[in-house]
């Protein structure tokens, strides 16, 4: 069984920082991409920042310029930092990972979300 276990949302002031974490674990084959998707009350979810196995980056243009995204291959493990947080980025924020697993194949898994909150 494979799962996505996301950490480091919270409540933060407007121009604050934070670091999302999502480390994929299970019977993993491959890890072919990773990211990040954010859902806002009343809104669809939308991609916020995606890395390939082969470190190819994309983001929201939105955010691009104020989040990173990075990836430790060894641990499976996906990291978006937030810098210069505004209230539009408050959403829950999942974790995405396209994955080759011995049961499934190739296949998407999904994390079971975590809350950044900008307020002042």
């Known amino acids: 069984q494979v799962r996505l276990v996301e950490s480091g949302g919270g409540l933060v002031q407007p121009g604050g920082s934070l670091r999302l974490s999502c480390v994929a674990s299970?019977?993993?084959?491959?890890?072919?991409?990773m990211g990040w998707y954010r859902q806002a009350p009343g809104k669809q979810r939308e991609l916020v920042a995606r890395?390939?196995?082969?470190?190819?980056?994309n983001y929201a243009d939105s955010v691009k310029g104020r989040f990173t995204i990075s990836r430790d291959n060894a641990k499976n493990t996906v990291y978006l930092q937030m810098n210069s947080l505004k209230p539009e980025d408050t959403a829950a924020y999942y974790c995405n990972a396209e994955l080759i697993t011995v049961v499934n194949g190739r296949h998407d898994y999904w994390g079971q979300g975590t809350q950044v909150t900008v307020s002042s």
């Open positions: 890395i390939t196995n082969t470190g190819s980056t």
């Open positions: 299970g019977s993993i084959l491959s890890v072919l991409a």
